[in-house]
């Protein structure tokens, strides 16, 4: 079992900044790749980026250089640097990971950004 817990998110104005976090916790020793995804009201959940335990990262185009992904694994976090926000990243962001087959999810946290 794993529990992923998010936090960060909130109201922003365009071309602001946001840092997510995502703390996991229970059986993690395991853990490769986390990642983060996003939905934005009536879309598909979409991967926004993911980093492997080593570090090896990648990440969606329509955020390529402007969110960067990290990872703590002393803290067994990862986050998630959101730079130049634009409306559309108005989303709902989660932190997903896949342990022995099964994927775990947290709760959400919501990322608005205004124009």
């Known amino acids: 079992q794993v529990q992923l817990v998010e936090s960060g998110g909130g109201l922003v104005q365009a071309g602001g900044s946001l840092r997510l976090s995502c703390a996991a916790s229970?059986?993690?020793?395991?853990?490769?790749?986390m990642a983060w995804y996003r939905q934005a009201p009536g879309k598909q959940r979409e991967l926004v980026a993911a980093i492997s335990r080593g570090g090896s990262t990648n990440s969606a185009d329509s955020v390529k250089g402007r969110f960067t992904i990290s990872r703590d694994n002393a803290k067994n976090t990862v986050y998630l640097q959101m730079n130049s926000l634009k409306p559309e990243d108005t989303a709902v962001y989660y932190c997903k990971t896949t342990l022995l087959g099964h994927d775990y999810w947290g709760q959400g946290t919501q990322v608005t950004v205004s124009s």
């Open positions: 229970g059986s993690i020793s395991s853990i490769n790749v």
